[in-house]
């Protein structure tokens, strides 16, 4: 408060209200190799239609990947995906009057706005790298050549009638464009499934964009950007503008003196599209030259899980290593999970280690095992599962990971964190036709003693999750899910509520006051089954003048956890008829 020189009155405020919040626990977390999508990019999916969208439908090179990210889905509806490529991939191309034009790797909206001004011979560039982009053919349409006249069956007069039917009138001059005095600016684009790849009917008109401009300043009422090139940037799920420049031969984007357009506005009746021939009155064309790089090898997986480590820039809960290879896995838990150490790692074995394995699959599941290593933040399925993948119409196996962080993810949602997402309550894996192999009970022995989690199929209740053990070696209260993520959670709150206590005094007040903060929490915490018993201790018994005077702050946190029953023992016992069950009752 400042110190006042003359009588006055001087109001303010301090905020004590400062609680423990809640935290995610349920954001699922994959990289990998897909048909379609931007690359090396986080994407927030929250349904299998939107993973779709936005990564293409599987093959049998990206199925299991595909599979593993549905899956989880099906339980719960939060899930990031990053998507690499081979540095072989290309994006599909089409130059000036339907030309090839040079084929290129652009990964994403940052990589294309470095890349765009270097582009020469491209009109329109697929959004992202695939051969998937091959079955795309795009086309642009002005006044001029929507008024035009073609040629009776041609193929100028069958797009000039797709553009028709598309829309509802001819383009013209925008208001924008008008009010500065030009006219002619606005144009028509449509992208076409030319081979059906993407909807499975050749032909098919997939995305139009009305009335965009040729004006690179151009504006819409609502004062975004109608410039031809932002809209396809910022609106489009399929295409980039390459260079301007190739939409005509009589360059689209100049006015009359042949002047680019800057940032100030043109009185110029801007040039129609080239009328040397019927289509070049519709400029554009099928795509080629995209080529698929999605067989990923380590490397460029654990460069795309690379964009899960900073825990300050991205939230993750439950990071899924898919169909990845142990050398992968182990990179995730060592250089992720175990060092983020606010989520938990869940691998599978390889896929040759029990699928057609015969008789080995205990000796390789060890083996995988011990490849990657021992980590509280880390959970090991036993099997994969045999699926049905109705794009393809065709039975697949698919790792178990997207399964296991689904059942987390969904008893989050039922009951909390701190709750064991195994057992026939909260277990039961959906969309499964049967595991890669069915576990003895000795070989469930074995398993568990590793710290693998086996699925069982008991008769009548489907495929349960029969485990809920971390990867740690150590017997510990932390070798069980239930308790590792019961102080993820603990961790992560009282550590966010903590930040309030940054740059303050180190006094009583203070301590007083973080006691106060996080004893209603873990309070609430304990009312819901979470731990059975707690005590905070912030004082100067463990702060003491060298932690002062050090610049910190010490507040110690007990906590007993709540632990899920893994072994049950039922006695029976028979007794005479004349005997009373007080006199044997223990």
Known sequence: MPFQVSPGI??????????????????????????????????SITNENDLVRYFGKPDDTTAEWFLTAANFLGYSNNLLVVRNVLTSARNSVVGDGGTAGTALQVHNGLDYDSKVSAMSDQMFVAKYPGALGNSLKVHAIDGHGWAATMTVGSDAEKLQKIFKSSFDRAPGTSTDVATAGGSDDEMHVIVIDEFGLWTGMPGEVIETHGFISKALDGRRIDGSSSYIGSVLRNESDYIWLGAASELADSSVIVDDSGVLPGTTKFGATFRSFDSANELHKMPGGSMTGGVDGNALTDSELQAAYVLYQNPDVVDVSLVMAGPASTVTGRYIIDNITSTRKDCIALVSPNKASVVHAGNGQLAALETDNTALGSSSYAVMDGAWKYQYDRYNDVFRYAPMNGDIAGLCARTDYTNDAWWSPAGFNRGTIKNIVRTSWEPTTADRDVMYQLGINPLATPRGSGVILYGDKTMLSVPSAFDRINVRRLFIVLEKAIAIAAKSMLFEFNDEFTRSQFVNIVTPFLRNVQGRRGITDFKVICDSTNNTGQVIDTNNFVGDIFIKPTRSINFIQLNFIAARTDVSFSEIGG
């Not at 301090?14 to 190799?33: C, E, F, H, Q, W």
């Open 10 to 43: 001087v109001v303010t405020e301090r905020d004590l209200t400062t609680v423990v919040p809640n935290v995610a626990t349920s954001i699922g977390a994959i990289a990998g190799g897909f048909q379609w999508g931007p690359v090396l990019e986080r994407t």
